[in-house]
């Protein structure tokens, strides 16, 4: 079948750049970067380099066969694609002056097929410390930002493009626009794939027979497959349970809903009422919070909180099995894996990590390449996780609800320990000469502690700036875009909302070392349950893709703890953008939580991703 072949560097968004051209139902598929050009199909019409985490003059950067470039095929590349592709035909590529991560203001300056219909001034997303500095003989230059002259080249005779941004991502508004012309209008591609099938195919590929000679007769009898699911009642497990119970029936699927003591308030109710509205009985819930809590004591790192959980789940899930007397030997383990759990995890080739997910830690990998591992979901964002469960006739309780993280609280409970803390001096200094150059009457503080991001397809463990003074909220974006392509050591902007009249008593990390716990995990859970409340009230709920609240230790005089407010909306995870939120409704959210007497600053997240993931671990 005819399609638009990928060659992957290990970017966060080559497999979105395949779902993107499958929505304008054209069948992609990927490609490893190092096939040889006389490898691929006769039926490929196009070719798109992809993104990657390297630099592309690195020792060992990651290439392609030059002989693609003979092909006579169109050929694409996106931003480490784009600077490979002026590196191997004789351009030149360097560590620009200025990194761009977020929205970047594009300016078209030569009429071009792949940039056709695109506003002459539009927005694009950009994640990217290098860019083309000389352009390859019969290359023209198409179009340009402030910070980067060669955003996009083409050479139209050989019908070979570049583009250092990311068309792919929802916030490239225009970028389904250059996609589609690429496909349709430069590779001549046909409509042969449609989102009604994707059921179906699923089913069918549920039934396929897995497994080898020497396994279970059950495992090489897809008929005969039954599986052990852990459940959430999030989107893509509730979506995962349901497929495979439709597929196999009730008698071969067990769902296993682990209460981990990390769940929101009311939650575990609520998951059980959603299951049973389903139609869903055949599952059953366990309370398993103190081994949990245990596991956890002492343990500050996110990875290492990140890799306990995910391990603690298996353990949790052998004991059940043991306990429902059911052979461990004929039941394999269904997860609601998605691809941004793969994809964030290192889980395709050349990708870097930038958190392990809790259905990604290296027991579950090891059974993954077992063959003792069903995730039907696997290939798919959450967005089309949703559209498969309309189209399995879910309740919309079930598949519109914010989604929620398997670690649940213990990932938005920040700790600390104290041999670890960072010295902040530089970092300071640096935010000190840019605030004096471009912000002079707005205050700023760098917090000494940590939070996870994502910077060039790199995971970054940098800290937050805290900043105050202004409350527009396109002015915060351009800021934090700003301060985050500035100094390095910064990954995260965040508003003080609640600023006291001195800034020098501010920002103070607690004496001793903290750590999860019930009573940390409490409160956090009072705050998220008034602020998801609140904002259902006023209507926003449905407004707003997930909604994070963050404790942070950073204390006052009397030792209470810190909050980040992290709402954002995104369409697949990969990229976000923080939530403009009526002034008015984020007063009341700031008045109750200070109501409680327990928290002592309120930090509303202003960074977008990248630089910043939607979580903080």
């Known amino acids: 079948m005819r399609h638009i072949a990928i060659l992957d560097f290990g970017s966060q968004y080559t497999h979105l750049i395949a779902r993107r051209i499958r929505e304008l139902n054209v069948l992609a598929k990927i490609y490893p970067n190092d096939i040889a050009a006389a490898a691929l199909p006769a039926e490929v019409s196009g070719i798109i380099l992809s993104c990657g985490p390297q630099s592309v003059y690195d020792a060992g950067a990651l290439t392609v066969d030059p002989a693609i470039f003979t092909l006579g095929k169109p050929i694409l590349g996106v931003c480490y694609g784009h600077q490979l592709m002026a590196q191997l035909l004789g351009g030149q590529v360097r560590a620009g002056k200025i990194r761009e991560y977020g929205r970047a203001d594009l300016t078209i300056v030569q009429l071009t097929p792949l940039l056709a219909n695109v506003n002459a001034e539009t927005t694009v997303w950009m994640s990217h410390g290098d860019s083309v500095t000389r352009l390859p003989a019969g290359f023209a230059a198409v179009a340009r930002t402030n910070d980067c002259p060669i955003t996009a080249m083409a050479d139209e005779d050989k019908k070979l493009y570049g583009l250092q941004f990311h068309p792919e991502v929802d916030h490239t508004p225009e970028g389904v626009t250059i ?146 007397n059911l052979n461990s030997d004929e039941w394999l383990l269904g997860q609601g894996t998605i691809y941004p759990d793969i994809i964030e995890s290192s889980g395709s080739q050349n990708a870097q990590k930038i958190k392990t997910h809790h259905n990604r830690v290296d027991a579950i990998k090891r059974m993954v390449e077992q063959g003792l591992v069903v995730e039907p979901l696997i290939d798919f964002y959450k967005f089309e996780v949703r559209q498969i469960g309309r189209l399995l006739n879910l309740p919309p309780n079930l598949i519109n609800r914010h989604p929620f993280p398997g670690p649940g609280l213990a990932i938005r409970c920040l700790c600390r320990q104290h041999s670890a803390v960072a010295d902040v001096a530089a970092i300071q200094n640096k935010a000190d000469v840019l605030f004096a150059q471009k912000y002079p009457r707005l205050r700023q503080r760098a917090l000494p502690l940590k939070s996870v991001g994502v910077q060039g397809d790199n995971r970054t463990y940098a800290h937050p700036l805290a900043v105050w003074g202004e409350a527009d909220w396109e002015k915060l974006d351009a800021l934090a875009s700003q301060v985050t392509n500035t100094i390095k050591d910064v990954n995260r902007v965040v508003l003080l909302l609640n600023p006291p009249a001195e800034p020098s008593a501010i920002f103070k990390l607690p004496a001793c070392d903290v750590y999860v716990s019930r009573e940390r995990i409490n409160l956090l859970r009072q705050i998220d349950d008034m602020v998801i409340s609140i904002i259902r009230q006023n209507g926003i709920y449905d407004n707003i893709w997930q909604f994070p609240s963050v404790l942070i230790p950073i204390v006052d005089e009397q030792s209470r703890e810190a909050i980040v407010l992290r709402p954002f909306n995104s369409r697949d995870v990969m990229t976000a953008t923080f939530y403009r939120m009526d002034k008015k409704i984020l007063s009341q959210i700031v008045q109750e939580i200070l109501a409680t007497g327990k928290i002592s600053y309120v930090f509303y997240d202003v960074t977008n991703k990248p630089p910043g993931t939607t979580e903080w671990e």
Request: net charge neutral.
């Open 179 to 324: 996609l589609s012309n690429f496909v349709f209008n430069i590779c001549r591609a046909e409509k042969n794939w449609y989102v009604e099938d994707i059921v179906a195919a699923l089913r069918q590929k549920i039934l396929q027979p897995i497994g080898g000679p020497g396994d279970p007769a059950v495992l090489r009898d897809g008929a005969g497959k039954k599986v052990f699911i852990l459940v959430s009642g999030g989107v893509d497990s509730s979506v995962a349970f349901a497929l495979l119970t439709k597929t196999l029936g009730e008698e071969r699927v067990k769902g296993l809903y682990i209460d981990t003591g990390f769940m929101r308030r009311g939650e575990s109710a609520e998951i059980a009422a959603g299951f049973r509205q389903a139609g869903l009985h055949n599952f059953t819930a366990v309370d398993a919070s103190d081994v949990f809590y245990k596991n956890l004591e002492q343990v500050y790192e996110p990875e290492a909180k990140r890799n306990i959980i995910g391990q603690t789940f298996l353990d949790v899930k052998d004991e059940q099995i043991a306990k429902l």
